[in-house]
């Protein structure tokens, strides 16, 4: 088994609440970069991507969460999903790349459309006040 495709399994476990915290950061390798649909600077290391994944898996991964189509080739996928937050129906991307030893390395969220972008920046945020 490719390490995306094992990722993937774990990424879908994390969303869909089958794993903690803990998991989420062993899933992290230390270098891990993460692009974000707002922030225009990549946000690097394990500590900056971890905080911005949780926020989102508890900003994102509400009730009508779930993925729409995905795409696995070698060390890599590009999740599609869809949700509403808020009354707005929100469509994004994952793309995610993993090392050799199954750990995310890269992780970039794009999120459409613009109105669906502003409230998950407002939403997440007020997650990472929350927790900074």
């Known amino acids: 088994m490719s390490a995306a495709v094992a990722g993937v399994a774990a990424w879908h476990d994390y969303m869909h609440?089958?794993?903690?915290?803990?998991?989420?950061?062993?899933?992290?390798?230390?270098?891990?970069?993460?692009?974000?649909?707002?922030?225009?600077?990549?946000?690097?290391?394990?500590?900056?991507?971890?905080?911005?994944?949780?926020?989102?898996?508890?900003?994102?991964?509400?009730?009508?969460?779930?993925?729409?189509?995905?795409?696995?080739?070698?060390?890599?996928?590009?999740?599609?999903?869809?949700?509403?937050?808020?009354?707005?129906q929100v469509n994004g991307v994952d793309i995610i790349r993993w090392n050799d030893t199954g750990q995310i390395e890269d992780f970039k969220v794009m999120v459409r459309p613009m109105k669906a972008m502003n409230k998950v920046w407002e939403k997440m945020g007020e997650m990472l006040a929350k927790a900074g």
Not at 47 to 69: Q, T, W
Request: aromatic fraction near 8%.
């Open 17 to 88: 609440g089958g794993s903690t915290p803990e998991k989420l950061n062993a899933m992290l390798a230390e270098h891990a970069v993460f692009h974000s649909p707002v922030v225009h600077t990549p946000q690097e290391g394990k500590a900056k991507v971890f905080a911005y994944l949780h926020a989102a898996a508890h900003v994102l991964g509400n009730d009508s969460f779930h993925y729409v189509r995905e795409i696995v080739d070698g060390d890599s996928a590009m999740l599609e999903f869809a949700l509403e937050l808020d009354g707005i």
